[in-house]
């Protein structure tokens, strides 16, 4: 079982920035991809970055493209994800992910596949 503790969330303006971390414990393996989802109210939770911890290929949805870089780094398992030119739109609480990667990332982004959440942390951007 991994353990995941995030950390830095906050409140933003419309246009800044924020990094999000996450550390992974535990029981760890290179096989696996970690990332981040966002719920907003009312809706289900969403995929937005991952990275396999292997490798370092990565992934993002497409309406964070060019705005999010996630990165890792593998000596304290920790993954970042740099987040830039923030919209209300992505208003959220983000939950760090750990799962399995398998040949390709499709299976991944669906919140099924993921065997380990963090806590969540609220990113707030008003406009």
């Known amino acids: 079982q991994v353990q995941l503790v995030e950390s830095g969330g906050g409140l933003v303006q419309a246009g800044g920035s924020l990094r999000l971390s996450c550390a992974a414990s535990g029981r760890t393996f290179s096989r696996n991809a970690m990332g981040w989802f966002r719920q907003s109210l009312g809706q289900e939770r969403r995929f937005v970055a991952a990275?396999?911890?292997?490798?370092?290929?990565?992934y993002y949805a497409d309406s964070v493209k060019g705005r999010f870089t996630i990165s890792r780094e593998n000596n304290n398992h920790t993954v970042y994800l740099q987040m830039n030119s923030l919209k209300p739109e992505d208003t959220a609480v983000y939950y760090c992910a750990a799962g399995l990667l398998g040949t390709n990332w499709a299976p991944w982004t669906n919140p099924r596949a993921i065997s380990s959440w963090g806590q969540g942390t609220q990113v707030t951007v008003s406009s």
């Open positions: 990275i396999a911890m292997s490798g370092g290929s990565t």
